[in-house]
């Protein structure tokens, strides 16, 4: 049993505030925080870098545990024990100010609990250990009355103390994401606290959010995060965490420039910059001291051996070539083996130069992942702020932490420094530039070999040959006997090279004094745990040295670098450089080239062989990703490691799409590829369970899973449920929907996004309880809305009424459904369009829909339609509908100004004849003789007449009709029933003359004629009255007079000839004789019966018309005619 330390001890309570782990209204379960604190057990802050280390533990715990596939399909993702990156609590002073105490009488609670608890569960205990690689079998849960208890006082939904973790009521919850977080966020701090009971504090979880705002300033915000100014473009973060040892060489505060150094090959400015002038100096006072024989002279010059003191690693040659192997040792100033890189002491990306001040050897495993680590430090800090910054700041923050840092706009400020940044490797193998060109620090790892000495390392040999000795460098490196006989030429040998068993010298072919050629074979065991295909590198030189009797110099270099080796997963491999090793194994620098679907062309990773395996770590840039589309990365923090275990994938990819969701992926293993697996999450706003798997696979990406939109999260929609799916660029996801929209049943549901746009929408029948409306579906769609979701929705409907057959248009908006629109109508007697309309509004007396929807329905509308009451009578009446649907007129009706009863009917009649009458006219003088002329005429007066069209004019009619109902329609009203008539009299005469003289002939005629005519038009009132049974019908008398004046014009033409044989004389008169009126006592006109009746012919015949002439004496006018002409 484990117990609280005393205040000597000052054990420490660790409790973690987490946003997400923070609900609403739960401040009333803790006590009054008035309580004073006794300095005994410590409570950890909620911002220290413990809970802010435990904050990404448990996220990525959790994100790892959710990225793993089912075991049936061997898709589990490989990943190193994530508890060995965790930091042990450093105990430091701490000022009165910052010490944080625990509240009176708590202590004594903590002391009663311990022995208490129970054991994780199995299934728990054994999914946490997988995840951290951490055993905790002696870790204790809490959570009875007394933890729920303790816990409100601590104002923390759990905290942590030692091996016991206590909880708050309903907290312990690992079924679910945010409970099994908030777990893996407590068993982190058990792992913290596991060195030593002096390091135990308590690490709590508490219920409010770290993350205020406490700037006004609307282009600022300053959180706990930290700080982003949009306007000035500045980032502070309150504190970085950096590797230790770079900490010397990194300033606090530190300003990280809007522009950075560009990157250049490092190594060639240290091997140009390094001041080698005091090596051959240095050189010579080490032989010198340690009594270097002198007697070994190959080519005219003394040849020295040196080897490391720790390693098989040797330098030799002349006194020159010796110094040119010190600017960039293999080994560490105690002699130890060592690869090491050109780093930058102040890192680039944290503002450094290229500068030689600024560089220095470091081991090239902990330069790597130091490189790494400090990138995804930054990304995550400046991710915090940019998250809990982008609801205040909008479009004005940064889409992502990596446009803040290479967008060339922002000033990055980090106002304190941790030096608690873990890295592998082994950072305390390195090189200050002083300790290589000044002291020549390097040459203290190195020994001078006697001549004793150089034979036994197998570089003389005396008489016949024994061995042949193979090194891997001409003036250093290490060596290799290989036994070999005088006889031999070819030999099989299956030597293992270096410490590792990968690589193995399988033949060598020699002769002495003309050098040979081995064969080299490696990662022949095709197996998971080799990360390389195999490989075979044949015929690699052996050249002849002067540093060995038999033997020679392994001139590998050019067959490496023409070598394409490939790492299993992601890719070609090409080698830069590289050697045989013959202690250490192959030592080699290259680049990947992935050819891996997410990652863009050019997203080399630099690859390390050390002997002992294969190593690369590259952390990549959301430059160097590529999701497809609709897919956009906002930030990238994926670090991949190979190493001696194995792939390790450090960090992930976040990416979204604009107003639909985000997600992010982890790296890992799908059969023996690099592959990439997590979640796309979207907008919480709208979609419940909105989570669904994404993963990259076998070249392609997969996202699957359900979304659900629940009820009262978009007005109008009960319940959706949907399939997601992604192909050839489009997410869509399809399902089943239930609304609560009055009028509508359930129908499918749909959600597309092709790079664009986000469309949500569905199909969905209209239901059977809208009264007049027979059928119907809409397609529905949801939209965002001053910042919530809606449902709209249109389609076309078809009316449940006879007389009608057209669409009419459905649209639904914020819970109110409107069916409307214009139709046309025909049935019976009407015919002629309306405007109808079923609502779940109010209509008001305009016919407009208003107001909130509710639970009835109302039918509305209005139209014209033209109402035949007769093949030749039609009325254009206003109709409306009823509330309950039924399409009626009532009132007035505006009938056409003229109506056709019957058509123009003419008649023709003679009224009478004139008496033939003989009439002097005059003699006409022909040469001696004169000769009398005699007219005579004949003729008489005719009777021509007209009728129609009958016409009703001026009608108005009121009417009472539901249409359709033909039997309710009855109409009476007034008009006026006119009939034109016209009638002409027409007075024709024919006259002649004649002569019988046998020398002359006369001819002439008289032309006479009149006529009189009359237009008018017979009225009549009339009622009008109309059934469906009989019709119409009308009966009236048409009554047409005048007296007119008659006006006669008599004129004379005459021509006389008379023939003389010899010539003719021809003469021509002619003489208007009369111009007459005759007019008094003419009175006429005509009198006709008007009878109609529906669908009987409008016959008038001539016995039916009356005509009033007038009463003429023929014999009296002739006479005046005469005595007045003549």
Not at 180 to 197: D, I, P, Y
Not at 418 to 443: A, C, F, H, M, R
Not at 1006 to 1027: F, Q, R, S, T
Not at 1087 to 1102: Q, T, W
Request: hydrophobic residues 35%; contains cysteine; proline residues 5%.
């Amino acid at each position: 049993m484990k117990t609280a330390e005393k205040s000597s001890a000052h054990s420490l309570v660790q409790r973690s505030q987490h946003p997400f782990f923070s609900k609403r209204g739960e401040d009333s379960f803790f006590a009054p925080s008035g309580t004073p604190l006794q300095p005994k057990v410590e409570i950890g802050q909620p911002d220290d870098p413990y809970e802010r280390e435990a904050d990404a533990m448990a996220e990525q715990i959790v994100q790892k545990k959710e990225a793993e596939p089912g075991q049936k399909d061997k898709q589990k993702l490989q990943a190193k024990p994530v508890a060995e990156s965790i930091t042990p609590i450093v105990r430091r002073k701490r000022t009165e100010e910052e010490e944080h105490t625990a509240p009176q009488g708590f202590e004594n609670q903590l002391n009663n609990s311990k022995g208490g608890g129970s054991p994780m569960p199995e299934s728990v205990k054994s999914e946490m250990e997988s995840g951290f690689g951490h055993d905790f079998s002696d870790v204790r849960l809490h959570t009875g009355s007394n933890a729920v208890q303790m816990s409100r006082n601590m104002q923390a939904q759990a905290f942590t103390h030692g091996n016991d973790i206590y909880f708050n009521e309903n907290k312990y919850n690992p079924g679910s994401r945010d409970g099994k977080r908030l777990l893996a966020h407590e068993l982190t701090h058990t792992v913290q606290q596991g060195g030593g009971v002096q390091k135990k504090i308590i690490q709590k979880a508490g219920n409010q959010s770290g993350g205020s705002d406490k700037s006004s300033d609307p282009d600022i915000y300053d959180g706990n995060e930290g700080l982003i100014n949009a306007r000035d473009f500045k980032v502070k973060i309150p504190q970085l965490q950096i590797p230790r040892f770079k900490s010397r060489y990194t300033p606090a505060p530190l300003i990280i420039p809007k522009t950075l150094t560009a990157r250049v090959n490092q190594r060639d400015i240290w091997i140009k910059a390094v001041d080698k002038s005091n090596f051959a100096t240095k050189v010579n006072e080490k032989l010198q001291a340690e009594q270097a024989p002198n007697d070994i002279v190959k080519n005219g010059a003394n040849i020295y051996y040196l080897k490391a003191t720790r390693t098989k690693s040797f330098v030799a040659g002349t006194k020159e070539q010796i110094a040119d192997q010190l600017t960039i040792p293999a080994w560490t100033q105690s002699g130890e083996g060592a690869q090491f890189d050109v780093d930058h002491r102040l890192e680039l990306q944290l503002g450094g130069d290229n500068s030689i001040d600024n560089l220095w050897l470091m081991d090239a495993s902990a330069n790597r992942s130091s490189g790494a680590k400090i990138n995804n430090e930054l990304n995550a800090k400046i991710g915090s702020i940019l998250t809990a910054a982008k609801t205040k700041l909008g479009a004005k923050a940064p889409d992502s932490a990596e446009s803040v840092r290479k967008g060339g706009k922002y000033e990055i400020e980090a106002s304190t420094l941790s030096p608690n940044l873990p890295t592998v490797g082994d950072s305390s193998k390195n090189y200050e530039l002083d300790q290589i060109q000044n002291k020549v620090s390097q040459l203290q790892g190195l020994k001078v070999l006697n001549k004793n000495q150089i034979t036994a390392e197998g570089f003389i040999q005396a008489g016949d040959i024994k061995h042949i000795l193979l090194l891997s460098k001409p003036s250093g490196g290490t060596s290799k006997k290989i036994p070999w006989a005088s006889s031999d030429t070819t030999k099989t040998v299956n030597l293992p090279l270096g410490r590792g068993k990968q690589f193995e010298i399988t033949s060598i072919t020699y002769t002495p004094g003309a050098g040979g050629s081995m064969l080299i074979t490696a990662f022949k065991n095709n197996d998971e745990k080799n990360l390389i295909q195999p490989v075979t590198f044949p015929n690699i030189p052996i050249t002849e040295s002067p540093l060995v009797s038999y033997g020679g110099v392994i001139n590998s270099g050019s067959v490496i670098r023409s070598m394409r080796m490939e790492l299993k997963g992601m890719s070609p491999i090409t080698l830069n450089e590289g050697e045989f090793d013959l202690e250490q194994g192959f030592m080699a620098r290259g680049q990947v080239n992935p050819t891996l679907p997410f990652l863009k062309p050019g997203s080399g990773i630099d690859i390390v062989f050390d002997g002992r395996g294969v190593s690369l770590e590259k952390t990549f840039n959301s430059g160097e990703i590529s999701l497809p589309s609709p897919f956009k990365v906002s930030n990238c923090s994926l670090t991949v490691s190979v190493g001696t275990g194995g792939y390790s994938f450090e960090g992930g990819v976040d990416f979204g799409i604009d107003k639909v969701g985000k997600g992010s992926v982890r790296g890992g293993l799908y059969n023996n590829k690099v592959a990439i697996d997590g979640h796309f999450e979207f907008d919480p706003k709208l979609f419940n369970n909105a989570r669904v798997d994404v993963r990259y696979r076998d070249e392609k990406l997969e996202v699957t899973g359900t979304i659900e939109i629940p009820k009262n999260k978009v007005t109008g929609i009960k319940k959706a449920t949907a399939t997601v799916n992604y192909a050839e660029g489009v997410l869509t996801a399809n399902g089943n929907a239930e609304l609560d929209i009055k009028g509508l049943d359930k129908g499918s549901m749909n959600l597309r996004y092709d790079g664009k746009e986000l469309t949500i929408g569905g199909s969905f029948e209209l239901s059977k309880d809208i009264p007049r409306i027979k059928s119907g579906s809409v397609s529905a769609s949801v939209t965002a809305k001053e910042g919530a979701y809606a449902i709209s929705a249109s389609g076309t409907a078809v009316p449940d009424i006879p007389g009608i057959d057209s669409t009419i248009s459905i649209n639904y908006a914020d819970g109110a459904l409107t069916v409307e629109g214009s139709v046309t109508y025909e049935k019976g007697i009407a015919k002629g369009n309306v405007r109808m309309g079923a609502t779940n509004r109010a209509v008001g007396p305009d016919g407009v829909p208003s107001g909130k929807p509710g639970d009835k329905w109302t039918i509305y509308g209005e139209g014209s339609l033209t109402l035949r009451l007769t093949p030749w009578l039609q009325a254009t009446a206003g109709v409306k509908f009823s509330p309950t649907g039924e399409l009626s007129v009532s009132g007035k009706i505006g009938l056409p100004g003229a109506v056709n009863v019957f058509d123009r009917k003419d008649f023709n009649k003679n009224l009478f004849h004139f008496p033939t009458l003989e009439i002097p006219l005059l003699a006409i003088p022909v040469g001696p003789r004169s000769i009398g002329l005699v007219a005579t005429i004949g003729g008489g007066v005719d009777f021509n007449a007209g009728f129609g069209p009958g016409k009703l004019e001026e009608l108005f009619a009121e009417v009472n009709y539901t249409v359709g109902q033909e039997d309710s329609l009855s109409l009476h009203g007034r008009g006026k029933f006119v009939v034109p008539a016209d009638a002409t009299i027409r007075i024709f005469g024919r006259a002649g003359i004649g002569l019988s003289i046998g020398i002359a002939r006369v001819t002439g005629n008289i032309e006479l004629g009149a006529a009189v005519g009359i237009k008018g038009a017979a009225e009549a009132e009339v009622d009008v009255n109309w059934d469906p049974v009989n019709g119409i019908s009308l009966q009236a008398v048409g009554r047409v007079y005048v007296e007119p004046v008659l006006k006669f014009d008599v004129n004379l033409v005459l021509e006389a000839v008379l023939d003389l044989y010899f010539y003719e004389l021809r003469k021509e008169w002619k003489k208007n004789l009369a111009q007459k009126e005759f007019g008094s006592g003419m009175r006429f006109g005509l009198e006709f019966p008007v009878k109609y009746k529906e669908g009987e012919p409008f016959n008038i015949s001539a016995d039916d018309i009356r005509v009033i002439q007038p009463d003429l004496d023929i014999s009296t006018i002739v006479g005046r005619f005469k005595d007045e002409l003549f």
